[in-house]
Nanobody, 114 residues
Framework: VPLQASGGGLVQARGSLRLSCRTS????????MTWYRQTPGNERDLIAS???????NYVDSVKGRFTVSRDYARNTVYLQMDNLKPEDTAVYYC?????????WGQGTLVTVSS
């Protein structure tokens, strides 16, 4: 399942970025799409999940600052990140669990400067 993530970059603290992840090969209307992030030496952590047709869920550290949305016409999921903090610096991955396989995008680096 291809997952094409984009939108990372360098931003100052309190700034915003929007990540995009386009996919194919899944039924996007029912597939749960997820966003993870990973810092060097640490595990990949789930930060947000978006069930098809349902409400997104967030971990406490990003709740109120990050928003997941989906464009069903484009098979694309977005992660809007506002009020970014230096501790949000990480490689961000979109993913989906489809037909018993966990699929990942290539990761996009987000760097937040203080």
């Amino acid at each position: 399942v291809p997952l094409q993530a984009s939108g990372g970059g360098l931003v100052q603290a309190r700034g915003s970025l929007r990540l995009s992840c386009r996919t194919s090969g899944v039924n996007f209307r029912i597939a749960e799409m997820t966003w993870y992030r990973q810092t060097p030496g640490n595990e990949r952590d789930l930060i947000a999940s978006s069930p098809g047709g349902g409400n997104a869920n967030y971990v406490d550290s990003v709740k109120g600052r990050f928003t997941v949305s989906r464009d069903y016409a484009r098979n694309t999921v977005y992660l809007q990140m506002d009020n970014l903090k230096p501790e949000d610096t990480a490689v961000y991955y979109c993913g989906t669990f489809w037909r018993s396989v966990q699929w990942w995008g290539q990761g996009t680096l987000v760097t937040v400067s203080s």
